[in-house]
């Protein structure tokens, strides 16, 4: 079974996200997997302060390390992310900033260049090709 975050990015106080987050979470966990709440605003991460680059895997804060470890627990994830003058929250890009192997995909390479794609990221893009397929039948009309 793989586990699926729905990711939270926004963190001031008085947020709309957090409740797009739980609807979005209550209709995932009604469509059946197993899915779960990632909220950057649990961590209270600061402005990226590791001395060394994420893809090294040598946290030294104790804020990255249960940030990433949460991340860890996930094999995909959903982004609930505002739009702050046209791109995602500071927030959410610095917590992104902060991992590097947690997040599934960059795990997929082996040395870093052959891709070898684990069973979990297999099994997530079968619905993503559906939903392609699907609206590119039903755009067909308005392309033609
Ligand atoms: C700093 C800031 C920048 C924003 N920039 C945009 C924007 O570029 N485009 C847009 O459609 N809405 C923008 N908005 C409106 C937000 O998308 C809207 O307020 C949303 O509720 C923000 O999510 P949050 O409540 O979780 O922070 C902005 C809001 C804030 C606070």
């Known amino acids: 079974m793989v586990r699926i975050a729905v990711v939270v990015g926004s963190t001031r106080p008085g947020r709309r996200s957090r409740q797009v987050a739980e609807r979005v979470?209550?209709?995932a966990q009604e469509h059946g997997g197993e899915f779960g709440m990632l909220d950057v605003a649990d961590f209270a991460l600061p402005l990226l302060d590791e001395p060394l680059p994420p893809s090294l895997g040598k946290y030294q804060q104790d804020h990255t390390k249960r940030w990433a470890a949460a991340v860890k627990g996930f094999d995909g994830f959903t982004f609930v992310t505002a739009e702050y003058n046209?791109?995602?929250?500071?927030?959410?890009k610095n917590a992104l900033d902060y991992g590097y192997a947690e997040w599934p995909f960059a795990?997929?390479?082996q040395e870093y260049t052959t891709f070898t794609p684990s069973e979990?990221?297999?099994?997530?893009l079968q619905p993503l090709l559906?939903?392609?397929?699907?609206?590119?039948?039903?755009?067909?009309?308005v392309r033609s």
Do not use: M, N, R, Y
């Open 86 to 92: 046209h791109s995602v929250p500071g927030a959410l």
């Open 25 to 27: 979470l209550k209709h």
């Open 130 to 141: 559906d939903q392609v397929i699907s609206w590119s039948k039903a755009l067909q009309t």
């Open 120 to 124: 979990g990221a297999e099994e997530a």
């Open 107 to 109: 795990a997929d390479f």
